[in-house]
Structures are given as C-alpha cells and as structure tokens.
C-alpha cells in the first residue's frame, strides 16, 4: 500500500512518462490523423483525443515497449470514429468545396495536392492501409497487426488504393 508521498512520487513518474511520450510521438499522431481526414483541425481533435486515450490507459502500457504500434492503432480508430460522426453528407460537401490552391507551385505542390483529394475519396480501410504502408513506411505486418487484420487482406487494401489514387490522380491531372 502506497503512502501519499509514495503515491505522489508515482503519479510524478507517470505524468512525466507521459509527458515524454506524447513529446517524441505527437507529430507522428497528427501528421497521421491529418493524412487520414485531410482537415488540420479535425486532426488535432483526432490527435488530442489519441493522447487523452494514452494518458488514461499509460497504467497498462509496458515501460520500454514501443508504443508506436499502439499509438497508430488508436489514432486509425478515433479518425474512423470522427469520420462516422461527421457523416457522409458533410464529407461530400468537403470533397466538392476542394478546390486547387491557386498558390500552390506547379509540378510537386499540385501532385501532392492530388494525392491528398484522392485519399480523402478512399475507403476508410483502403485510406488507413495506404498511409500507414506507404507514407508512414510501416512494413504490411504492423499495418496489419494495427489494423486488426490478415496480411493479405491489408497487401490487397493497399493494391485497391494505389490503383485508385492512380486513377484519381491520372484524371485531374489530365
């Protein structure tokens, strides 16, 4: 049984664990919930809920295990929830309001632009399995362990959105 002063001690320890943690991860958190919803304040609402998740469930977590892979499930899952809570019809009046950005370099600026309208369009499970492989450079193992899936079920998601961004990008582009 822990003391007040022993108590104090290891919610110090605790708070400053966290601290760390949401420090050295919290770009990798929303720059994903941004590739994810496509909109800056949607993703800091996204990444902020992440974190208020990890400092709930710190207690359960390994000192010393990577929680990158934690970190990424839980930030797929609150953007999954964001994007059924928004609901279809204020994402298909997002998707018609994008327009290019008349600032924007030719060349890079307009492809990454494109790409980033056609991951919006994706399938959610297509999205996360093409961002987390592809532009985060997990290897298919932890996209399907964070995923909850098979393998080849994630190899097949991310082959469907690289055909599909393809298509996408190919069209707009003209």
């Not at 809920?49 to 990577?66: A, S, T």
């Not at 950005?101 to 499970?125: H, I, N, S, Y």
Request: charge should be positive.
């Amino acid at each position: 049984m822990l003391t007040g002063i022993g108590r104090e001690v290891e919610q110090g320890a605790e708070r400053a664990r966290f601290e760390r943690l949401m420090a050295e991860h919290e770009r990798l958190v929303l720059r994903t919930a941004l590739r994810l919803l496509g909109h800056v304040e949607e993703a800091r609402d996204a990444a902020q809920e992440v974190f208020l998740k990890l400092y709930r469930n710190l207690g359960r977590m390994e000192p010393g295990r990577d929680p990158r892979p934690w970190l990424y499930r839980v930030t797929v899952n609150v953007c999954h929830d964001l994007q059924r809570h928004r609901g279809q019809e204020e994402l298909d009046e997002n998707q018609a309001a994008d327009k290019p950005d008349p600032e924007a370099a030719a060349g890079l600026a307009e492809q990454r632009r494109l790409v980033e309208a056609g991951l919006r369009r994706l399938p959610e499970k297509e999205r996360a399995a093409v961002v987390l492989r592809d532009i985060e450079g997990l290897t298919t193992r932890e996209v399907a362990e964070i995923l909850g899936s098979s393998e080849a079920t994630v190899r097949s998601q991310i082959a469907s959105a690289r055909l599909k961004l393809r298509g996408f990008v190919g069209r707009k582009s003209g």
